[in-house]
T-cell receptor, first 114, second 114 residues
Framework: SQKIEQNSEALNIQEGKTATLTCNYT??????LQWYRQDPGRGPVFLLL?????KEKRKERLKVTFDTTLKQSLFHITASQPADSATYLC?????????????FGKGTLLTVNP | ETGVTQSPTHLIKTRGQQVTLRCSSQ?????VSWYQQALGQGPQFIFQ???????GRGNFPPRFSGLQFPNYSSELNVNALELDDSALYLC?????????????FGPGTRLLVL
């Protein structure tokens, strides 16, 4: 069955450092990989999407890589700030249409210490 | 532009009862997806509605059912509630059924089954 693993349940880093979160998957050939941020008691908020034929995507302090051979995505937050503290979710989707499905990992709780 | 809204915010039910959760999609969106998020887990896909028709379903029993209305708002109905149904129920709207569509999540309804 399809499985998504996010490398750690919790990650603590110092302000200003780069946070790196990992998402590994098995038994899946996703067309797209997405990263979401979720704050306590709130719904997830979309951050970035990367396609299966893309290696890297950037948005401001965020960078996502996607290696379909390793079946892995890395999510980086550079110059991290305490306001970046949240749970980050990796999600895979197929091409959509009548067989649409979005599958999430359990998430990694990131804490940025001042 | 109005975001995704859900009602109620919290709900307490007892085993065997039935519940209806409601979602208003973001303006201009014709697609609504429902997810169940247990504590400490990522969201799990329940089903998706596109232009009032069910378009894709996750691994949930038939007692989970839904509707989408002509204005694209949606309901999630759960019959014969079980203790394991206690979770945060998230609704997400999008502009279509492509796998690369951004999902805009509501704040969720927290359901407690006693």
């Amino acid at each position: 069955s399809q499985k998504i693993e996010q490398n750690s349940e919790a990650l603590n880093i110092q302000e200003g450092k780069t946070a790196t979160l990992t998402c590994n998957y098995t038994n899946y050939s996703p067309a797209y990989l997405q990263w979401y941020r979720q704050d306590p008691g709130r719904g997830p908020v979309f951050l970035l999407l990367i396609r299966e034929n893309e290696k890297e995507k950037r948005k401001e302090r965020l960078k996502v890589t996607f290696d379909t051979t390793l079946k892995q995505s890395l999510f980086h937050i550079t110059a991290s700030q305490p306001a970046d503290s949240a749970t980050y979710l990796c999600a895979l989707s197929n091409s959509g249409g009548s067989n649409y499905k979005l599958t999430f990992g359990k998430g990694t709780l990131l804490t940025v210490n001042p | 532009e109005t975001g995704v809204t859900q009602s109620p915010t919290h709900l307490i039910k007892t085993r065997g009862q039935q519940v209806t959760l409601r979602c208003s999609s973001q303006s201009g969106h014709n697609t609504v997806s429902w997810y169940q998020q247990a504590l400490g887990q990522g969201p799990q896909f329940i089903f998706q509605y596109y232009r009032e028709e069910e378009n894709g379903r996750g691994n949930f029993p038939p007692r989970f059912s839904g509707l989408q209305f002509p204005n694209y708002s949606s309901e999630l109905n759960v019959n014969a509630l079980e203790l394991d149904d206690s979770a945060l129920y998230l609704c997400a709207s999008s502009g279509g059924i492509s796998g690369q569509e951004t999902q805009y999540f509501g704040p969720g309804t927290r359901l407690l089954v006693l």
